[in-house]
């Protein structure tokens, strides 16, 4: 008789465990690790997230202790649910009538087809098998269970077939039901135990009385029964599990995957690698993650194969399982077995690889022989001397009169222009050539790398003094400087001067650095230094055009200027960065330097830190003591650097064991600080990777799911390219995009003939970069010159090993903001404040754009190599309390990529407007129509220290007593390739006065002004010199 009751009871455990598990533990958790994969930074070597951190200097035995302790945390949930599982299986499975079938193919794919959805890791699922072969099973169906389970489940194929090249996703998913439903069979051909087993296999564990019995007692006997059985199961495997997470955690320090990266496969070598992959006991998909970040790491493809099969088929806890299960001889086939299947196909995919490569590279050669690659080089515009003075149209000057005065301060005030309010949402959208900003960024093959596929830079300021705030971009010859004409339009000015044209411009800004009062160019270049164009309507200049030093870094992407010695001459971090993704590691030439500005005599020195790709430097005073200080912003997944300022321009490097910043971005884009709750201390953002589909993006960036989001974006025709226009962009996307480059497809999906030409020879650049060949940069002709310098250059630096103990903490997947606390560190408040998803986030920057008294927050976001078009961002102040999305609301919802943008008031209307660009197109505008709260611009103009002010900090205090206030701070930094007009902006609602205003000096040295200041003007406060 069989136990029904009991047998429904155990089943409706077994439904809910594993609804709990399924539905909140591991699926998400397979999620996240998809979302996270190619972009996590992994702190621990066999987990993807480090609970326990490794102290400072800590001995092998220690780091092995660490690791450990990590695999067990990581784990405990996984094997937890194995253990209970296996106990349930047990039970269950002795109450009813043993399987007689000897078809052992059958066995099995039942076991792969009962194996595929639990989900769980090749370590959890051990457990599971033991469980079903005790209790009765055939070994075909506990093997094949143990071996479908981690490998076979939905979210596992989709990040398989998503993150690798199609034909290893094919290889890997071939060779398991290989193992699965033929090798598996045949091993248990050989089962000696199969026919001596006694007929109930659990018996020795589970003795059921049969007699009728009522719900109460069968739930009684059943926990009875399950608890013998898992009791059974516990004893059996869970000490194995202790041992193989530690003799895990051995292998992975004494030897490192990365000894494999350079070397080419060979039999030896795959004998090795597969050896070890197969021995580590890792987490469910973390072997994909692993094995992705690897081949992003140059690996070759032999290697990637052999460990994308081998890790978390088998390991050294389902070895040790076996031999206790089966016997040790089972054991030691199944390991020998998987270890050569792992050599055969790393062989393989090798040979695959090399067939394809030295296919393309014949077509290649056809292609470049035949002379239908010459290049053609871009006709530049004539070339303006570097000392003729830019013709400027007459404007309409804004008047000036004056307000207040004493020995050390003189006030004037301007009345700003009349709003116009909007009918519809807050900003108007234009594109550039509608007001005469002509520049738009064109994508070809030639240009299509890191960093220039990331967008130009954009700045604004004052650059004639007329009162009408200018804008400079950077561009594939320079740079353009637009003359603003009277608010209604702009005009491009002649130039770039003759030293800087001709040039791939990335990021420029309009700053004073020879303190005359008059905004300079500063300009940064692909592979040809940074520039500094002196104004020359602020008299005439020796030398009108200087080169800065900075280090002969390939290209300064983050430059960020402040007085750190007060001195009155703006200093600069040359925030530097080489080839990005192609150059994820820390190396020899990316080392950031902090250049101080002598009267124009440039004295360079590296700054401490680990040296990586940086996108973003920021200048500003958050310790609130007066010295300005520093933070670097590096982008995959190495260590950002913050610094707190000493006297005499010095900086001290803040660590992770002073307490001060409790986290930072791993794959940092911007940072901005603002005092976003009037509490008047300075919060600071960090804009990451943060997306909100995860998996979804995971596959627009490695698979061809990406092809057909694009494709949709380019129907919907919600993009300032045109139909055609868009799909070839497309086109260019999938074939160069240097994460996963397929031999498959071809550049003459061009139909014009100087594009496949382009395209021929960046895939040729992109080749000798994977497969680590620099004779291939050879073949490169001289017409194409920026892929041939990214060729020879991704062989030049020397990658450095730096100590990273210390280092701030990273968060992946997600934005930052950090509020101060009075007498504490800084808080993480990102989810509360609902500001920590921004997608692919740039530029990103505090301003309060509907004048309400609280600083908003907007951000661009976009990157080409995912086709993922997602709208910007922006994220309105609700009373310092938290933020809302409102971009559609506000009219600023756009789907375009871009990356950076700059503030401004364009109209002289009080204000603040946007200008922004498009990675692979024009620049937009964005006129701001808010016409009813109440506002106030500070203008500051120093006679003693640096001419606009950078550093100074301006606090207004209002309402009721002059209990209301909010503070600025004037930078000259921060953000992404974008920098904004040296004014103080402030919203002030309802009210029509100012009662106090504060200046704190970049000297430090702070002036108060008692006197009210009506609103709705623009102010200029002029320090007297001594």
Known sequence: MVPNRRISILILFIAAVAAGFWGVSRYPALSDKAAMSGTEAFEDPMTHQAHFHVPDQASLPTRVLYTTLNWYETNWKGMAFGLVLAGAFLTVLSYLPKPSSDRRFKNSLIGMLVGTPLGVCVNCVAPIAKGLYDAGSKMETALAVMFSSPTLNIVVLTMLFSIFPFHMALMKLGATFLLVLLIVPWISKKDVKRKNRETAAGAEVCEVDLTPETWAGALRGAVRDYWKSFSYIFVRTFPLMLLAGFLGAVLTHLWSFDKFIGLEPNWKTLAVLSFMGTFLPLPIAFDLMLTQALMMSRLADGFVMTLLFTLGTFSIYSAMVVTRTFSLKVAVKLYLIIVVLGMGLGYGAQVYSDFKYLQWLGRYEVFIGSGEASFQAAVTEPRVPDSVRPAFRLTQPVASQKFWTDQNVDVQWSVLQDRVASKGPLFEKHLGPEWGLTYSNRMTPENFFDPLFFGRGIASGDFNRDGWVDVAVATDNGFELYQNVNGRRFVRMDGPPASMAGKQGLTVALVDMDNDGWLDVFLTTFHEGNYLWLNPLGGKKKQPVLRVPNNQALATTAPAFA???????????NGNYYLGVLTRKPIDTSVDQLVINRGLKFEPADLEGVPGQTHTVLFSDVNGDGLVDLMIGNDYQVSDTYYFGENQGRFRKIRRQDGIIPITTENTMSMDTADFNNDLQLDLYLANIGMSKGLDVVSN????????????FCDSRDTVLNHQECHDLLKLVTLLNPEKQDPSERCSIFQDREQVGECMVARLALTATRRSNPALCGRIGPDHTLSKIMCEKYFLPRRVHPDTRGEIPLRSMSNILLQAGTDTPFLDISQAAQVETAEWSWNARFADLDNDEWQDLYVVNGVLITQEFATNNFFHNREGKTFQPAEE???LQDFDHSSAYTYLDIDNDGDLDIIGNTLY???????????????????????????HCIGCRVTIHYGPEGKRHQMREIKASGGYRSFDAPV?????????????VEVRWSDGIATVIGQPFPVNRKYLLYRKPL
């Open 921 to 947: 197109g024009p620049f937009k505008i964005y006129i701001n129509h808010e016409s009813e709260n109440n506002r106030v611009m500070f203008r500051l103009e120093d006679g003693r220290g640096n001419r």
């Open 563 to 573: 007085d750190v010695n007060r001195d009155g001459w703006l200093d600069i971090v």
């Open 889 to 891: 609301e506000f009219g």
């Open 701 to 712: 960036i490695f698979g061809s799911a990406m092809q057909e989001a694009g494709r949709e």
């Open 984 to 996: 103080a902006h402030f919203g002030l609602g309802p009210y029509d006065v100012v009662q106090k």
